[in-house]
């Protein structure tokens, strides 16, 4: 009994060696990029790892005015909401019919959707932008949130199928023998059971729309309808990098999807080992 005890707790403690360790490693380069954006450029090169000799606040000032961040991140909040909400909604009920509702075609569109997470972005890039050019998408944010509403379906369907399937059936057919129609089903009972998937497919789905990059930098070309990251890149010229002022730029950037990681963490970790499990 004492060999078993000695066993787990030596088991235990070199588990939580190592997720001390892949925290530091994940967190590190978070602190040291805080500390470089409140030091100067000559100190940047002088003594790079250590802690600032006079913190520098002005660079958060210069970040935010000179790369325009305020109007930036009132784009980059616009166009990730509308397709967080979108993607959400749409994903949400096209899970429900493909894993609830009986039709023939159910397998075949899930396929279907399963091959969208295999098509990447730079396949699409140049039709995407002759059809914007051409109807007048280009240089609009509508332009970003059709497309970014697009790559985030396929995975949305993928989790949200599964938490469906693992609802109970009785469920659904007890509603339906007191009257409740489909749409009230999915309503009243699938979207409040399936808080915990929305959760982490939204989360997935804002982090992946918040941080892109390529599309914002094709579709956009004017300078008050630029998202953050594309915002983020003026301060990379060609012949010389203003190395503070771009960490400042960039503290600003993640400061949003930490706070939100934050608040719904428990969420997310509820929700990934929900779905983890069927059965």
């Given amino acids: 009994m004492n060999r078993s005890k000695k066993k787990f707790s030596f088991s235990m403690t070199l588990i939580y060696l190592f997720l001390i360790v892949l925290a530091f490693i994940y967190i590190a380069p978070l ?7 409140l030091k100067d450029n000559a100190e940047i090169f002088t003594s790079p790892f250590a802690l600032p000799q006079r913190i520098q606040w002005e660079n958060y000032t210069f970040a935010w005015t000179a790369g325009y961040l305020g109007k930036a ?3 980059s909040t616009i166009v990730c909401a509308t397709a967080l909400i979108l993607s959400l909604l749409v994903g949400s009920m096209a899970a429900f019919a493909i894993a609830r509702m009986r039709w023939k075609y159910s397998k075949l569109v899930m396929t279907y959707f399963l091959i969208g997470m295999m098509v990447p972005v730079h396949c699409v ?3 995407l932008f002759k059809t914007f050019s051409g109807i007048g998408l280009y240089n609009n944010l509508v ?3 059709i497309p970014y509403v697009t790559f985030s379906l396929p995975i949305t369907i993928f989790i949200m199928v599964g938490f469906f399937e693992n609802m109970p059936r009785e469920l659904f057919e007890a509603a339906c023998m007191d009257g409740c129609s489909i749409y009230k089903c999915f309503s009243t009972i699938a979207v409040p059971l399936s808080k915990t998937g929305l959760f982490v497919t939204g989360l997935m789905s804002f982090v992946a729309n918040w941080n892109e990059l390529l599309l ?6 004017d300078d008050t309808k630029k998202t953050l990251p594309v915002s983020l890149s003026k301060f990379v010229g060609p012949y010389n990098t203003n190395y503070v002022q771009m960490f400042a730029a960039i503290i600003i950037a993640i400061i949003p999807t930490i706070i939100v990681y934050c608040c719904f963490s428990n969420q997310i970790v509820e929700g990934l080992t929900t779905g983890a499990v069927k059965g």
């Avoid at 602190?31 to 954006?37: A, D, E, Y």
């Fill in 125 to 127: 890039l140049i039709p």
């Fill in 216 to 221: 914002a930098m094709v579709f956009i070309s």
């Fill in 31 to 37: 602190v040291w990029m805080l500390f470089v954006s």
């Fill in 143 to 145: 332009g970003l949130i």
């Fill in 73 to 75: 991140t009132l784009n």
